[in-house]
């Protein structure tokens, strides 16, 4: 039998209407959610996803406005733009989005974003709070991932979850975002040995490792939910994940599709994640 397949542009959808909800009421009380992008250079894929954020604002009701720079801006420049956005309180949310060229360290830019304007959750001071437990706001693909299970009443508590990938965007938010939700967490990467050994044993697989169908139909529990993070253009266009789903879908009991599973959920809590930021913000006020 087939695996369940997890509509993630379904469950975007209903979580960008809940955003619309809140914004339509705090516009009724004069308050207006913003969100200034950073665009460096002509990266087509950046200017795809900004584009794709500026519309998701549009549709929700938040006032977006974005910044397209050229690619020679220097670091001192972009510094300065981060700061004046930080001070300005029509502005809610900042994200700088990445990669940014060589020259700038991407680093120092992230660092300068207020804490509390920081909508992707890539601030040390939110990354701290994540680890101890804290309230906070947190990356947007590992929320849409926690969030994708629990609209599917996926059991988190107690199962065993496996997380393949461990980068500071995806894979070790990720983990300890399960840990939240009492899982029994396993991370995985690119020097662990007997891979198969370890996601064989996963209840929940997450796999966010950046190496397209790497995970082959053998590798999974029978039954497992597998969540695909991962984004792989092929030779001839196609676009897979870094689970072979034609595989997978024989074995696994429920499972995201790529394109059209985690992808339109990282934009959906990016929204989530503007009304965090700006409820803050009105809190402190």
């Known amino acids: 039998m087939a695996a369940q397949v997890i509509d993630g542009k379904t469950i975007a959808k209903q979580i960008r209407d809940e955003v619309k909800q809140t914004v339509e009421h705090w516009r009724r009380e004069q308050f207006v959610p913003g969100l200034a992008v950073v665009l460096v250079g002509d990266d087509p894929a950046s200017a795809t996803y900004v584009r794709n954020k500026e519309k998701a604002c ?12 050229d690619a020679s801006i220097s670091e001192d420049e972009l510094l300065r733009l981060v700061h004046t956005l930080n001070q300005r309180p029509d502005i809610h949310g900042i994200l700088v989005q990445l990669p940014l060229p060589e020259h700038i360290r991407s680093e120092r ?11 992707d959750g890539f601030h040390p001071v939110n990354a701290g709070k994540l680890l101890v437990g804290k309230p906070g706001i947190f990356p947007c693909t590992p929320l849409g991932v926690i969030e994708l299970l629990k609209r599917q009443d996926v059991p988190i508590a107690g199962r065993h979850a496996v997380v393949v990938g461990r980068s500071n965007i995806v894979g070790k938010p990720a983990a300890l975002l399960l840990l939240r939700e009492h899982a029994t967490v396993s991370v995985c990467h690119s020097r662990t040995p007997d891979l198969s050994a370890i996601t064989r044993q996963a209840d929940i697989l997450v796999c966010a490792v950046g190496q397209p169908e790497l995970i082959r139909g053998e590798m999974i529990k029978p039954g497992a939910c597998v969540i695909d993070v991962g984004i792989n253009r092929k030779p001839d266009g196609k676009l897979v994940g870094d689970v072979c789903f034609s595989e997978a879908v024989h074995v696994a009991g429920q499972i995201t599709p790529v394109p059209g599973g985690v992808g339109p959920m990282t934009i959906a809590m990016l929204l989530k994640n503007t009304l965090a930021c700006a409820q803050l913000q009105r809190s402190s006020v």
Request: aromatic residues 4%.
């Open 58 to 69: 549009q549709e929700a009701g938040i006032y977006s406005e974005v910044h397209r720079l």
């Open 109 to 119: 830019i992230l660092d300068a974003v207020d804490p509390s304007k920081d909508v």
